[in-house]
């Protein structure tokens, strides 16, 4: 039967919380670095997922994002490549609604139940901005969820779903809008969340032949802390059946809220556990899930969603986070030519080299080179290597320099050499750092963003970042 045979997750290293500087609030929530999108944060969410596993046993990618980076262009084609997955898959990006995370775990379960593939990755990501302060912006969060949908090998099951589709203009983003947009609170709750979910519930409970009280953990859907006990109750759920929202710590993440609370379920689920997944935008998907006793000893993921909460940092003050994602316009004092615009010709040619992050192991010798070249330079043996993935290969800093005058958006620009453990060595910038983190040695890992966007090309490339490990530290203001 189809279900969930890997899980994975992922949230920004950084967070505004009681520590930041002019946040005026006490709230915690994820935000995402200035090279941070939807894109970037599935594919560390799919590297998560797939630690341990073959993938090129994947047959299909489902992409779900309400905040694409592109409106036509598919983003499924650049998390494969990311990912370093065959080509002879298919690949579909689901959008524009909230429910977009289950839609797209409901289309991967019927794939395979189907039979037209064996095992689809579902990478969902988002990062929704609200008005600057407002309660949208303190109640969201950015981060993302991965699952391996299989046939064989399950962790847990499907048990059955059902769906309402509801024409409801509550929240809304027009293209153009930097923010999301709402409708009057009572109306949207009442008439919208309030009433639509306890349908889709209450038909789910009717067609499997389930009460609530055999319901396990219930990843459930709600904009904010107050909405989302209080839904749960309307339900019928008590507060241990009910999975930690994450207000307070990383936020609602969109299309990715439903599927991150349902990787905090499969973290600690027992065999035979019921685990819903309740969504909520222009209707509601209610997904069953039992778990299985593979679920004890299956391999966990890289980080799972609790080693990243885990392992943050609290940005020093709000201004940088307007920086980066250009809440307001801020001076800039060094007058700069336009960055020119990326070749799309030499996007395509270099793809191995630059988003799947391959280098060369000599087969004659078995030194590795990045970027691959035609002679070894350690035995001088031509045109006899073989491809190597270096983006899931773990590193350390051999040298840097910091360039103060680069214009970058994290000045000082850290530049970085990273020798990768087993052979080979990069040259590349070093992101989510902090200046006092920097030395000789240090550990990092490979993350995939964004370098820049030109004429609407959005122009990813690998960088460095300090090994993530749950040790909470403040930034300097």
């Known amino acids: 039967m189809a279900g969930i045979a890997a899980y994975g997750a992922y949230v920004p290293r950084y967070r505004l919380g009681p520590d930041t500087a002019d946040w005026n609030s006490r709230v915690e929530r994820a935000v995402a670095n200035f090279d941070e999108d939807s894109v970037t944060m ?46 002879d898959i298919f690949a579909t990006d689901v959008s524009n609604v909230l429910r977009a995370g289950t839609n797209a775990i409901k289309s991967a379960l019927d794939a395979v139940s189907a039979g037209s593939a064996k095992e689809v990755l579902v990478v969902v990501a988002d990062s929704r901005q609200g008005p600057p302060r407002g309660e949208t912006e303190r109640a969201s969060g950015d981060g993302a969820a991965a699952f391996v949908i299989a046939a064989d090998g399950t962790i847990a099951e499907s048990r059955g779903s059902h769906s309402i589709t509801d024409n409801m203009l509550d929240h809304w983003r027009s293209p153009g ?37 055999e319901v396990a953990k219930v990843a459930l859907y709600a904009p904010d802390s107050r909405r989302h006990v209080r839904l749960a109750r309307q339900l019928g759920f008590t507060e241990e059946q009910t999975e930690s929202s994450m207000f307070g710590t990383v936020g609602n993440s969109g299309a990715a809220f439903v599927p991150m609370l349902l990787v905090s379920a499969l973290e600690s689920a027992s065999p035979g556990d019921l685990l819903l997944a309740v969504s909520y935008g222009d209707g509601s998907d209610v997904l069953g899930f039992e778990a299985t006793a593979a679920i004890m000893t299956a391999q966990r993921p ?48 270099e793809g191995d080299k630059n988003v799947r992050l391959y280098g060369a192991r000599c087969r004659a010798c078995g030194y590795v080179q990045y970027p691959a070249q035609r002679v070894c330079v350690e035995c001088r043996a031509r045109d006899d290597h073989e491809p190597v993935r270096l983006s899931d290969k773990a590193g350390e800093l051999f040298t840097y320099s910091m360039d103060y005058i680069a214009g970058a958006v994290d000045t000082p620009l850290v530049v970085a050499v990273v020798d990768f453990d087993g052979g080979g060595r990069v040259l590349c910038m070093m992101t989510d750092r902090e200046l006092e983190e920097v030395r000789v040695g240090m ?15 959005h122009n990813y490339y690998w960088k460095a970042i300090p090994r993530r490990t749950p040790a909470p530290v403040v930034v300097a203001a």
């Open 42 to 87: 599935a594919v560390a969410a799919g590297i998560d997922c797939l630690s341990g596993r073959d993938r090129h046993a994947i047959d299909g990618i489902v992409f779900a994002s309400t905040t694409a980076p592109y409106a036509e262009k598919q983003c499924a084609s650049i998390v494969a490549a990311a990912l370093d997955l065959r080509q």
């Open 177 to 213: 809008d930097p923010f999301v947009r709402s409708w009057e609170d009572r109306f949207a709750t009442e008439e919208g969340i309030e009433r639509i979910v306890p349908d889709a519930v209450n038909g789910y409970f009717q067609r499997a032949g389930v009460v609530p009280s």
């Open 302 to 349: 890289a980080m799972g969603l609790t080693g990243w909460v885990d392992a943050k940092q609290s940005l020093g003050n709000y201004e940088t986070y307007a920086r980066w994602r250009d809440v307001w316009t801020l001076d800039d004092t060094s007058r700069r030519p336009s960055a020119a615009s990326p070749s799309v010709s030499a996007l395509w040619r």
């Open 443 to 457: 550990p990092v890992e490979m993350s995939f963003r964004k370098l820049r966007v030109v004429n609407g090309i």
